[in-house]
T-cell receptor, first 114, second 114 residues
Framework: AQSVTQPDIHITVSEGASLELRCNYSYGATPYLFWYVQSPGQGLQLLLKYFSGDTLVQGIKGFEAEFKRSQSSFNLRKPSVHWSDAAEYFCAVALTSGTYKYIFGTGTRLKVLA | DGGITQSPKYLFRKEGQNVTLSCEQNLNHDAMYWYRQDPGQGLRLIYYSQIVNDFQKGDIAEGYSVSREKKESFPLTVTSAQKNPTAFYLC?????????????FGPGTRLLVL
């Protein structure tokens, strides 16, 4: 069965430190992969997406993610975290066959220390 | 400004009562979606609509109903058959329903049971 795993429920980093949020997926075909961010009590905003081509994708707010097929991973990174990055981050995979279908991970909540 | 609005921000339901959550978009998008978000879980699809007067069940449609009489509106009714309705409900829209389309999310409605 298709699934998305975000193994870290909470992550705390200091402002200015680097960040990596992990995402692993299980899907037999080539996946379409997404990272979304959600501020408290708000909707989701797309950070970046991967469909094909260069496995390192750049997104908004200085985020990037790398698709590694051999590890079934799509980890999100940022070289220097800002206090405003504190939010919840969701990884999602879209199934590429049949009708519309997204599978979301359970999210990683990021706390940033001043 | 184009976007998605959801109302109300908070909604209280009594036992046995049906309640309706509003979702309006002025992005001229054909596709609209309803998701349910519970703490520690990813988003789960309730219903989606690809075009006016058409909608499809998602993964957790039981106890919910929708209508799509206008392109810009996709209201969700939580019926008394939904025994555990307390959750955060997110509406989204996209130009179409192929997986490459970016979804734009509204700010959400939090439903609480009295």
């Amino acid at each position: 069965a298709q699934s998305v795993t975000q193994p870290d429920i909470h992550i705390t980093v200091s402002e200015g430190a680097s960040l990596e949020l992990r995402c692993n997926y299980s899907y037999g075909a080539t996946p379409y992969l997404f990272w979304y961010v959600q501020s408290p009590g708000q909707g989701l905003q797309l950070l970046l997406k991967y469909f094909s081509g260069d496995t390192l994708v750049q997104g908004i707010k200085g985020f990037e993610a790398e698709f590694k097929r051999s590890q079934s991973s799509f980890n999100l990174r940022k070289p220097s975290v800002h206090w405003s990055d504190a939010a919840e981050y969701f990884c999602a995979v879209a199934l590429t066959s049949g009708t519309y279908k997204y599978i979301f991970g359970t999210g990683t909540r990021l706390k940033v220390l001043a | 400004d184009g976007g998605i609005t959801q109302s109300p921000k908070y909604l209280f339901r009594k036992e046995g009562q049906n309640v309706t959550l509003s979702c309006e978009q002025n992005l001229n998008h054909d596709a609209m979606y309803w998701y349910r978000q519970d703490p520690g879980q990813g988003l789960r699809l309730i219903y989606y609509s690809q075009i006016v007067n058409d909608f499809q069940k998602g993964d957790i449609a039981e106890g919910y109903s929708v209508s799509r009489e206008k392109k810009e509106s996709f209201p969700l009714t939580v019926t008394s058959a939904q025994k555990n309705p307390t959750a955060f409900y997110l509406c989204a829209s996209s130009t179409g329903t192929i997986v490459q389309e970016t979804q734009y999310f509204g700010p959400g409605t939090r439903l609480l049971v009295l």
